[in-house]
């Protein structure tokens, strides 16, 4: 899929050194979030860890040979609010709060909002994005158009709103 279709419609998709600095900006928030359901649940109780004599990366070593699935429900629970976060400011805001902040649109094909279908598919793509180290961002890079793998997969731009510039 092109740029968007709607006839004279030019945009301005955001670099990817600013979405890097839209997600910091939403990760100060989701990470409070996350330490105080964290430490809220009992999911960071590092009292019963085993020790090690050595450093912090060979306990954590120990800590994984003796029990495997300690990081599974701290990683589950990240992912859960992390998707929950997107979707939620998507559908209610257009866009995350921190690209919010930094006057950014997400959009379609014909220029205007995606419908809920298009996010909840842009944001299952993110998080499988994340789950494979960030790829499907890193794919920005090196993409003609800049765009994320979750915004080709789903048909939708991430632009700077004063870039829109409608026909005539």
Request: net charge positive; glycine share 6%; proline share 6%.
């Amino acid at each position: 899929m092109s740029a968007p279709r709607a006839p004279g419609l030019r945009v301005r998709v955001v670099p990817f050194w600013l979405r890097t600095v839209a997600n910091l900006i939403d990760l100060v928030p989701l990470a409070t979030l996350y330490l105080l359901v964290l430490f809220a649940t009992g999911l960071a109780d590092t009292s019963e860890l085993p020790q090690s004599r050595w450093n912090t990366f060979d306990m954590l070593v120990d800590l994984l040979n003796e029990r495997p699935l300690f990081l599974v429900w701290p990683a589950l629970l990240w992912f859960a609010m992390v998707g929950v976060y997107y979707l939620a400011c998507e559908l209610t805001l257009g866009v995350s709060v921190g690209k919010r902040l930094l006057n950014f649109t997400l959009i379609d094909s014909s220029g205007e909002r995606p419908i809920a279908l298009m996010i909840l598919i842009r944001n299952v793509i993110r998080l499988v994005s994340l789950a494979l180290l960030g790829l499907g961002y890193l794919w920005a890079l090196f993409d003609t158009e800049r765009r994320t793998l979750h915004d080709w997969l789903s048909g939708t731009w991430l632009i700077r709103s004063r870039s829109v510039r409608p026909p005539g």
